[in-house]
């Protein structure tokens, strides 16, 4: 059975940092490209962050672009996203998905809260 | 960027009525589009890929069409189950989600 799960959100004051990680298992972590989707509280999903099976190839949304960074570490079936200069607008649930297209499997999510 | 832009934002029906929610892209996106059901405090569900693929384990009242910068989802005989928010996403370019469109009991 495909599982993944976040973990690492937390209450961050504005201008802090936080790692997110997601671990996968049921299925071959390295072969799938990887993303990071957020839903702001009551709002709609937003495409964060992409990564490939590699990790040589990345891509991320403008809105986060220069403060959030997407890697992975295929030995030990995980994916992370460290997040700086935090800001309100990044009060989320944070969502690790797999593909390079469409998305198939995604996790429970991890909320991230950006408040003094 | 490709927006993605659904309607209608809120569909209200009743058990049995079928439904059509439309996605329109900003430019063409081929058939590179997925359809998403999402629950309250719940992931995102896959439904539908390549505008008309269905997923595996999705109940065949569920389908989608369309191809360039129209496309639509449609449930035949809504069920109490079916009761939730829908997003489109494109996926031609980079990703982009539609704002999503709920659908609640009549």
């Known amino acids: 059975e495909v599982q993944l799960v976040e973990s690492g959100g937390g209450l961050v004051q504005p201008g802090g940092s936080l790692r997110l990680s997601c671990a996968a298992s049921?299925?071959?972590?390295?072969?799938?490209?990887m993303n990071w989707v957020r839903q702001a509280p009551g709002k709609g999903l937003e495409w964060v962050s992409h990564i490939s099976t590699s990790g040589s190839n990345i891509y991320h949304a403008d809105s986060v672009k220069g403060r959030f960074t997407i890697s992975r570490d295929n030995a030990k079936n995980s994916l992370y996203l460290q997040m700086n200069s935090l800001r309100a607008e990044d009060t989320a649930v944070y969502y690790c998905?797999?593909?390079?297209?469409?998305?198939?499997?995604w996790g429970q999510g991890t909320l991230v809260t950006v408040s003094s | 960027d490709i927006q993605m832009t659904q309607s209608p934002s809120t569909l209200s029906a009743s058990v049995g009525d079928r439904v059509t929610i439309t996605c329109r892209a900003s430019?063409?996106?081929?058939?590179?589009l997925a359809w998403y059901q999402q629950k309250p405090g719940k992931a995102p569900k896959l439904l539908i890929y390549k505008a008309s693929s269905l997923e595996s384990g999705v109940p065949s009242r569920f389908s989608g069409s369309g191809s360039g910068t129209e496309f639509t989802l449609t449930i035949t005989s809504l069920q109490p189950d079916d009761f939730a928010t829908y997003y489109c996403q494109q996926y031609n370019s980079y990703w982009t989600f539609g704002q999503g469109t709920k659908v609640e009991i009549k």
């Open positions: 430019q063409s996106i081929s058939s590179w």
């Open positions: 998905a797999t593909g390079g297209g469409y998305f198939e499997y």
């Open positions: 049921g299925f071959t972590f390295s072969s799938y490209e």
